[in-house]
């Protein structure tokens, strides 16, 4: 009786011992997880190692079948037995896959070895960046020859493992390789101003806007039209090297005989000038689209000019004074020829109605000859000017002044001083734009002066 009950207490106290030894073993395992540590650093636990890096397998493959292409994974996954840690548990797998770098065989697109992005096909890529170079042609006169078409920047495509996360595809990459880094700067013109007046007021010279708005006349420049004032920046510049041929004309030179028995104002042409023609070939450079440089590579004459001789009488002559008399100023130089001139690089033709003598601003106007003045004042485009008829239906005109001294109706002499260089109406800078017209159409100016 003793005994069985000394036995009934041992197996009482062996079930104890178990249920001790059981709970004991289910409290391990409730408190057990796994640390998961994906590149060194650990992320996340779970409960289920196994169970986990399953589900890894599974969203690599399922990675891989989206993409059509096998993933490799580059990161490295381990578990690490840990203690329970319930704010670190997930449950969630595929929000940890997140922090595995997955890689696919592609290319790396890489401008001055920096990437920029990567694709899987090479072929589209090269494509594209093709399609890019090559919309920088556009407006680029059709008879001119391209030498090349390359980007400023170094570019590499270059094949190897590619992070899912970098790859882009081909309506992506066209997009980031047309976005701008900085959009241009684009501003209104506005009633009284001129191309002198918007350079200068953005700090950048008419030569550079001129660059900056190869569509543009920048002599016809209206209220309202809008011009560019600083470039775009784009990631990747295209550089383009082209040739092109235009004929421009060559004026001719007055020979002057002088003549003591004539007056100052008095001038008799003797032989008529006639104006040659050369053939002009120019090496241009284009950095998207817009000139950098343009250099005379070549130059033939087609036809010499025939210089004009002129008898001139020296009695009572009018003093100007300056570099360069061209009878009516005393210019620089002349900044631009009458008559037709085709564009060097968009081929497009425009008419200049009259010839342009850069000069200083407030450099005295002179009449031609002696006349009456027909008009005095502001004129549209050409600003402040003055119109005098010589008789015989023959008319000058001086315009972009900054100051006129006559009226209308007023008789004036040859030599008379009439104004002052300026640079108003559409004006690219203090110049005088002569004009000379017989019974109303324009005549080469350099036939007169
Ligand atoms: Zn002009």
């Known amino acids: ?31 057990e997880a796994y640390d998961v540590v ?38 490295s996954v381990k578990l690490q037995k840990n203690r329970l840690n319930t704010e670190l548990l997930e449950t969630d797998f595929t929000k940890l896959a997140g922090n595995m770098k997955l890689a696919v065989n ?17 072929s589209e890529l090269e494509k594209l960046l093709e399609e890019y170079k090559n919309g920088f042609t556009k407006g680029i006169d059709e008879k001119a020859r391209i030498k090349s078409i390359d980007f400023k920047q170094k570019t590499e495509i270059i094949q190897g493992l590619v992070e899912i996360t970098d790859l882009v595809d081909s309506s992506r990459a066209a997009e980031l390789l047309n976005k701008k880094e900085q959009e241009a700067a684009v501003i209104e013109v506005k009633d009284g101003e001129n191309a002198w007046i918007i350079a200068r007021r953005h700090n950048i010279s008419v030569e550079d806007l001129e660059k900056m708005n190869p569509p543009l006349d920048l002599e016809k420049l209206f209220p309202g039209d809008r011009i560019v004032v600083s470039p775009f920046k784009s990631r990747l510049d295209v550089i383009i090297n082209l040739e092109n041929s235009v004929t421009e004309s060559i004026p001719f030179k007055t020979q002057n005989i002088n003549d003591s028995q004539m007056y100052r104002s008095q001038k008799k042409v003797v032989k008529p000038g006639v104006p040659g023609e050369k053939k002009v070939t120019y090496d241009i450079v284009l950095e998207n689209g817009l000139q950098v440089s343009m250099k005379v590579a070549k ?55 009259g010839v342009d003598i850069a000069a200083n601003h407030g450099t005295g106007v002179y009449a031609y000859s002696a006349g009456r003045v027909s008009f005095a004042g502001w004129n549209g485009g050409y600003g402040k ?24 109706g007023q008789r004036v002499s040859a030599g008379e001083k009439i104004g002052a260089v300026g640079s108003t109406g559409n004006s690219t800078g203090p110049h005088l734009h002569f004009e000379v017209l017989q019974n109303g159409s324009l005549k080469n100016p350099f036939n007169y002066i």
């Open 385 to 408: 000017v003055i119109f005098i008829d010589h008789g015989n239906g023959l008319q000058t005109r001086y315009a972009h002044l900054s100051a006129t001294s006559v009226r209308v």
């Open 106 to 122: 592609g290319y790396r697109f890489l401008i001055d070895g920096k990437q920029f992005f990567a694709v899987y096909d090479k």
């Open 299 to 353: 130059t033939e004459i087609i036809k010499a000019p025939v210089n004009r001789v002129v008898r001139i009488g020296t009695k009572t002559t009018v003093s100007r004074g300056g570099s360069r008399n061209y009878g009516v100023v005393s210019g620089k130089r002349i900044s631009s020829n009458f008559g037709w001139r085709t564009h060097p690089i968009s081929g497009k033709k425009s008419f200049h109605d």
């Open 1 to 31: 009786m003793v005994d069985k009950i000394i036995h009934n207490k041992r197996a009482v106290f062996a079930g104890i011992i178990l249920a001790f030894v059981i709970s004991f073993f289910w409290y391990l395992k409730a408190v």
């Open 38 to 75: 994906i590149d060194g650093k650990v992320v996340a636990q779970v409960k289920d190692g196994d169970e986990f890096m399953d589900a890894v397998a599974a969203y690599e493959e399922s990675i891989g079948k989206e993409l059509g292409h096998s993933v490799k994974n580059l990161s």
